[in-house]
């Protein structure tokens, strides 16, 4: 399926100074490695050792945390929008 | 495009100050608390490599420790006192003084805790009535040394109050975003300023994750997003201000309010600025968090002994402590592990009878955050948490004025006609002993 992943500003220059990516994948954990695999320095960049995501990393889908959702196992469909942004700012 | 060359713009120099006191830039980088990469003095807050987030790095300020204490008590009675801690390269000043708020010995109410000594840090005192005052003012000073000239915020009402004046008295254009539902109050004291408030159907995260992206699409600080690691430097000076008006002296223990975290850990970077330097000794005080049960995610990490603050939707009256996805919660929780404090979470009812009980006890009115964080300093009171011999200080935050509502049909008015019989009537025997 393929799914838009939004690109913060920060992880640009490793994304070849994209906005955005095409990726593929049911869950937003296989649409992000997706993404990695196109890019393999976003990994080191936004993942953890375990493969989960740096705590300072939140993703989106839809507008929605997908914390509020299930994780890296929520379902994606096909023309789905992900957003990737820092989350250290507000307060 | 130019806006993004004025945004990543070297910071402008500015000439010597030779009557301002200004000896040196302390600040010398911007760093990053998760893995120490070091960035320059400019417009970022996040790290590139590992998106942990920035604060300013310090070179050690020139002079002992006594020429930095009479270099402060020099200064002006405001935050800009302490401008050799603060990340400016210019003198600091601003259109609208801020700070050197009263800390207020609050023997009524320590005597109804069982506290031997009790002080409130009343930051209502300030312009706005809120201690954001503080952070915006360094925001504000640093956003101008670095060419900007639209100022915006994510917002749960007091920010936003800020930002609009601190903008206005500057001469700033300035972009608010607040939830829509905010306290009515706090809307109609941020729109007299002359402000652009934008109100956004959803809770306050849902305005954070709008203002990050719109930070990287328009040439604007936003205190909070873009030049947050300045903006929050200026809560030190609550810890700076504290230290100085206990007489150089640093309490055993500070209950305050938590939202993003970012005030919480930064009083206790103050004290230890302080202590670094030789101006107090001892050790950074025991650390206590007041959060609302309705939007604890802080105080329930701290309770399940983890620092991952799992996000939750804010279901509370105190809105201005509202943050669901708290930036600065992880630091938080392990700075209450490391000074043995704790991180405590109060109803709304809780909260209301805080709100009263300072007020019938201080004399000062505050809003919901401050009724959070008396709600906690009675309820460690109350558990034995607390030594009788302590020195607490309670820092509250803001003004009662800006959340009318949670008070309305707390207490009884009697309406009367202008006569003495009745007045007799409904207060016989009052005050007549």
Known sequence: MAITVKLPTQLRDAAGNQTEAKVEGATVGEALSSLYDQHGELRTRIADDGGGLRRFVNVYLGGEDIRFLEGLETPVNDGDELTILPAVAGG | M????RRWASPRTFAANPGGGFISLPADALKCKECSTTYPLDARYVCERCFGPL????TA??????ELKRRIQA???????????????GPARSALPTGWTPLVRADRLAERLGIRELWIKNETANPTHSFKDRVVSVALARAQELGFETVACASTGNLANAVSAHAAAAGLPSYVFIPADLEE???????????NVVAIRGNYDAVNRLCTELSAERPWAFVNVN?????????????????????WEIPDRVVAPIASGSLFTKVARGFQDFIDVGLLSGSVPTMCGAQAEGCSPVAQAFAA???VCRPVKPDTIAKSLAIGNPADGPYAVELAQATGGVIESVTDEEIVAGIRLLAETTGIFTETAGGVTTAVLAKLAEAGAIDPDERVVAYITGDGLKTLGTVRDTFAVTEIAPSVDEFEAAFAGAGVA
Do not use: C, N
Request: charged share 20%.
């Open chain 2, 227 to 247: 030049v947050r690691p300045y903006y929050a430097e200026g809560s030190k000076t609550l810890a700076y201000e504290t230290a100085e008006q206990l007489g």
């Open chain 2, 305 to 307: 002994g983890t620092d």
């Open chain 2, 185 to 195: 109050e706090k809307i109609l004291a941020t729109g007299a300023y002359g402000t």
């Open chain 2, 55 to 58: 604060e300013v790095a310090y």
């Open chain 2, 61 to 66: 300020p020139t002079g002992t420790a006594d």
């Open chain 2, 2 to 5: 130019a806006w993004e060359m």
């Open chain 2, 75 to 89: 200064g002006p009675h405001t935050l800009w006192r302490y401008a050799d801690f603060l990340p400016l390269t």
